[in-house]
């Protein structure tokens, strides 16, 4: 314990300089300490290193400090605490440049923001901590407070603002819908998502399990309460070579997630991608909704003399206990109307 104490006196009566505090940033408390080349490097062993302010602390097994670069290099299964931010990374290998503030971590790499409750990992990261910017240029995976599974080519974390910018996005939420944008912003505060190029394949769950939701489009504003996409393209026919057998495609898709309704502004209706149907203003319930009058999701199939046909069915609430079907069926040359009536009656 003498040892230790004189070790930390020395390198704080080797760095510091009153007339220029700033200059002397890091306090050790290790083990092992030499100080080497007439005084340009320290090396140490197991222990901690704190920035003079306290606001930085690092944990590992091997330091190598170079005074004239104010260079700090560290290895040996480390961590260090941003503690302003409650901002902890764990990395295998690090460098920390006091001259330009950032520190850039290697190898199998963990940052937790326990203020917002998220988790990175990534091969790669730097972290500017006088801007409060953390980015990586390599593949990285993102879980946050509302339950997402990101992976994501790259990304930009503005830790001040909430907001990560995401290249090349794959975002999976809580109920298994999948998210894929070439560029998206999302805000760690709200879980709001704004992305371009969207491909969103919907959770099974939601729908028949038979079917394969998905919708496309040019651009998204995902948020608690509503999901609008520009110039979309849904359908739940199974994926296939080709064209899907039916889509709606509209200038505006928009999903109001309290009242459940999808409504489409200047949609067709397409058939082998042949319009058949144009809709200014169209919409329905979502697939959560077991019972409430509007359209149901359009079908193509095939009878058993082998022709084809479409049908986009209207489900009709009556009553408390009573509801219709019509279910419309266009073939090439034929149509044909069924209509299903059903009553429960209460004992």
């Known amino acids: 314990m003498k040892n230790k104490i004189i070790y930390i006196f020395l390198i704080f009566a080797f760095f510091v ?3 220029n505090s700033e200059e002397n940033f890091y306090n050790f408390e290790t083990k092992e300490i ?3 080349n007439n005084g340009n490097i320290i090396n140490a062993k197991n222990g901690k290193v704190t ?3 306290d606001k930085i602390e690092v944990i590992a097994t091997n330091f190598e400090y170079f005074k004239d670069t104010q260079l700090l290099k560290i290895t040996g299964e480390g961590n260090v605490l941003f503690k302003e ?3 902890k990374i764990y990395f295998d290998k690090a460098e920390i440049d006091q001259k330009k503030q950032l520190l850039k971590v290697y190898g199998e790499i963990k940052v937790i923001n326990s203020n917002e ?3 990175i990992s990534s091969k790669e990261i730097i972290y500017n901590f006088n801007d409060e910017i953390i980015y990586s240029l390599k593949k990285s995976k993102i879980r946050d407070n509302f339950e997402n599974k990101i992976n994501a080519d790259n990304f930009h974390y503005d830790v001040d603002k909430n907001l990560i910018k995401l290249n090349s996005l794959v ?3 809580k109920f298994d819908n999948v998210f894929k944008t070439s560029i998206a912003y999302l805000n760690t505060k709200t879980n709001n998502l704004y992305g371009k190029d969207i491909h969103l394949n919907l959770g099974k769950q939601i729908l028949n399990p038979e079917n394969e939701p998905r919708i496309k489009g040019k651009s998204i504003k995902n948020t608690k309460n509503s999901m609008e ?3 979309g393209v849904f359908t739940t026919c199974k994926k296939r070579d080709g064209c899907p057998p039916w889509q709606i495609s509209a200038k505006k898709i ?7 309704i999808i409504s489409y502004k200047d949609a067709f209706l397409a058939v082998y991608n042949v319009p058949v149907i144009y809709l200014p203003k169209f919409s329905h319930p979502d697939p959560t909704v077991k019972r409430q009058s509007g359209f149901l999701s359009p079908y193509f199939k095939s009878s058993n003399n082998k022709k084809n046909y479409f049908g986009i069915p209207y489900f009709f609430v009556i009553s408390d206990n009573k509801d219709a079907t019509f279910s419309p069926r266009v073939y090439d040359k034929e149509f044909l109307l069924q209509t299903e009536y059903r009553q429960k009656n209460f004992k």
């Open 17 to 19: 300089n009153p007339s």
């Open 34 to 36: 030499k100080i080497i």
């Open 51 to 53: 920035s003079q302010n």
């Open 85 to 87: 931010n409650n901002l």
């Open 117 to 119: 409750n998220i988790m």
């Open 171 to 173: 975002l999976t939420d």
């Open 229 to 231: 996409i520009s110039k």
């Open 254 to 260: 928009n999903h109001n997630k309290i009242k459940k």
